[in-house]
């Protein structure tokens, strides 16, 4: 098997093994009324339907441009040594406390996703997270099938939205989101506020390490490493040890950096990158690490001025680049950090995404603005939230508007208490 990150297989092609990246060799057709049904039959005839190299952007294939749902599907095989470390799994081996996903990001607004005819769950918001245990489907042959009934909500992504599929392998504990936010920041001192759900097998006392470091020092980005060795480091580091329940656990801390260097934009400073690691580790094993980058900053708006570390902008609210309704990608951020860029990111609030059946605007505010802190959250190049607060063609106009935003900027200000947020 080649050189692939033993914490992630993303199903490449493999030396010997024969498999091919999710990422290409998909089929697509419109969705007909009442096809998800039959979606992820392996039976099912396939000869009218036509390759796309991607899922997630089926208006940019020829005949679906005008489509608002389609069906895709997939086959394919393990890898040769991801199908062992299953076998060897499912008989108490080596890796009998493995945790086996399915995790997509970037496939649609708001479908359905199936492996080998099970369903797994809903795909809801397009730049959320969605992870699936797939365990038991994975240990039953080699040969797979996943399938997903896609639709997109009141706006289109760009086309530099890229969607992933990929096999993840955790150990018990595996960590759904984060939110990184600095809430202090000066000089000499810079305190961040971190909070995770992690989702865990069952009951364990846990090692969860946490280190701030400069994006250039050679420690940093530890966690991509597999031996998951961490610096003996004071400043930037904690270490904390709760007990994990089974299910999902909210977990909640600050790290304190002494002497930081800020994040300036352009023409006021150098716009330093810190790194954020963090593992959690079980029996004094590594079982699921993440890394997000950031940058300290404040930012505030008083009296229409804008000001970053306490210090005013020339440009006032002038420099702000609106992201109008959808969160971007994260390299997108990534390069705004980098250039000293500051934006001001809309939030929609759009039904056909968040929506359940009866959902009311409150708790769709929450989680829209929840997914928006945790997504680009610890970008220092974000501002300023805007939320949008009704997409949906049969509320607008209606004498709801003025409780609608005051109910989306208290949404976002609970979510993210360190960013103006303006209507």
Known sequence: MGPVDPYVWSLASAAGGGAQALAGGWLVRAAGQGEWRT???????????????????????????????????RHFELPLGLAAELDGAAHGDTHGDARWWLVATGLCDLGHLWLDGTYLGDLRGRHAEHAFEVNPLLRFGSEHLAAVEAAHGAVRVPQTENAQVQIQRTGPARIERVRALVIEASPDRAVLRIAATVDSAGTHRCEVTTTVLPASDPDAGWSRDATRKVASLDDGMTLSEPVL????????????????????????????????????????????????????????????????????????????RVIEHELSHPSFYESANTDG??????????????????????????????????????????????????????????????????????AMQAADPTRPVHT
């Open 245 to 320: 329940a089974r299910g999902r656990n909210e977990l909640e801390w600050l790290v304190a950096l002494e002497r930081p260097s800020l994040w300036w934009p352009a023409g006021m400073g150098d716009q330093a990158l810190y790194c954020i690691d963090i593992d959690v580790a079980i029996d004094g094993r590594s079982s699921h690490a993440v890394r997000l980058p950031t940058g300290i900053r404040t930012v505030s708006v008083r009296r229409g001025r804008l000001a970053v570390n306490g210090e005013p902008h020339r440009d006032g609210l002038d420099a702000l």
């Open 341 to 410: 860029r500051l934006l001001c990111q809309q939030v929609t609030l759009d039904p056909s995404v968040f929506t359940g059946a009866e959902r009311g605007l409150r708790a769709l505010a929450a989680q829209a603005a929840a997914a928006a802190a945790d997504h680009a959250g610890h970008h220092p190049s974000v501002a300023t939230w805007q939320p949008v607060p009704v997409t949906s063609e049969h509320r607008r106009g209606s004498g709801m508007a003025p409780w609608a935003h005051r109910t989306a900027r208290t």
């Open 39 to 73: 979606v992820a039959e392996r039976g099912l005839d396939e000869s009218g339907w036509q390759a796309t190299p991607t899922p997630g952007r089926w208006w940019l294939d020829p005949g679906l441009a005008d489509e608002s749902a389609v069906l895709y599907r």
